[in-house]
């Protein structure tokens, strides 16, 4: 199975400040099958990002993705209030499936 | 508009069953593969199970294989996830989520989730 390891594991930034999210392979994620999530308290995650850089639908374009083989980020340019929440990065490419612990951004 | 309600989730002491059940809505049910993914309480993701479409072909988590049993009517667009012999490790939150067209193992949609406690 392949461990993902997210770092750091909480980011304490201002809004309008650049955050920076790493996601880190145990092994090659072939076919950059690498997703992004956002999850906020109470709600169910969302999808940002598939196939390490493609935004889901409706995603700002604040979001970026990028990233191969076995390290990948999240970038999101201009932290906006409502961006505040926990960030889980995920493997598609075999199965299992798996997710990263998750880095929480909070409010600085 | 894509949603998805799950239902089913309760209190359950160890050794015990569930049902739970996901009402999908907004979308061709049967042309996307659907999955179960829990989130213990103040924890992260973790997969659970996968069907097909059609129903033919279903994947587990080995923490769940022979224990969980995932089926889906596409007549009614519900899902159903069979919980057999539960274990205080299966507390958690269930959502239910459709995978991409493109690949069923990357979620675009998820429902809020029910919640499911396994307790003495």
């Known amino acids: 199975e392949i461990v993902l390891t997210q770092s750091p594991g909480t980011l304490s930034l201002s809004p309008g400040e650049r955050a920076t999210l790493s996601c880190r392979a145990s092994?090659?994620?072939?076919?950059?099958?690498l997703a992004w999530y956002q999850q906020k308290p109470g709600q169910a995650p969302r999808l940002l990002i598939f196939?390490?850089?493609s935004r889901a639908t409706g995603i700002p374009d604040r979001f970026t993705g990028s990233g191969s083989g076995t390290d990948f980020t999240l970038t999101i340019s201009r932290l906006e209030p409502e961006d505040f929440a926990v960030y889980y990065c995920?493997?598609?490419?075999?199965?299992?499936?798996?997710f990263g612990q998750g880095t929480k951004l909070e409010i600085k | 508009e894509v949603h998805l309600l799950e239902s089913g989730g309760g209190l359950v002491q160890p050794g015990g069953s569930l049902r739970l059940s996901c009402a999908a809505s907004?979308?061709?049910?049967?042309?996307?593969?659907m999955s179960w993914v829990r989130q213990a309480p103040g924890k992260g993701l973790e997969w659970v199970s996968t069907?097909?479409?059609?129903?033919?072909?279903?994947y587990y988590a080995d923490s769940v294989k022979g224990r969980f049993t995932f089926s889906r009517d596409n007549s009614k667009n519900t899902l159903y996830l069979q919980m057999n012999s539960l274990r205080a490790e299966d507390t958690a939150l269930y959502y239910c989520?459709?995978?991409?067209?493109?690949?069923?193992?990357?979620?675009?949609?998820w429902g809020q989730g029910t919640l499911v406690t396994v307790s003495s």
């Open positions: 907004g979308f061709t049910f049967s042309s996307y593969a």
């Open positions: 092994q090659s994620v072939s076919n950059s099958y």
């Open positions: 196939g390490a850089s």
């Open positions: 069907i097909s479409g059609s129903g033919g072909s279903t």
């Open positions: 989520a459709r995978g991409l067209r493109i690949s069923s193992s990357c979620f675009d949609y």
């Open positions: 995920q493997q598609y490419t075999s199965s299992p499936c798996t």
